[in-house]
């Protein structure tokens, strides 16, 4: 697998999924729609731990920066 998702990318993901855990652990969001988005969260830290989001692939969309080869 290439590297599809640039920096920045993968810090909003994390973010977003640090927000999802502490809602769901405050009981902000509970039940199916808090499940849902906590495997959602869990989703989001492992494409970015890995820097490649599959949905990214079929419409080659790329947010890293692409080294040039000499």
Do not use: Q
Not at 12 to 24: D, E, F, K, M, P
Not at 26 to 36: D, K, M, P, R, Y
Not at 47 to 64: D, M, N, Q, R, V
């Amino acid at each position: 697998m290439k590297k599809n998702m640039g920096s920045v990318d993968r810090i909003i993901r994390v973010l977003i999924a640090v927000v999802l855990g502490v809602l769901y652990s405050t009981e902000t969001i509970s039940g199916t729609l808090g499940i849902v988005l906590l495997v959602l969260a869990v989703v989001f830290v492992m494409t970015s731990l890995i820097s490649f989001c599959p949905l990214y692939a079929p419409f080659g969309i790329k947010t890293c920066s692409i080294k040039e080869k000499k």
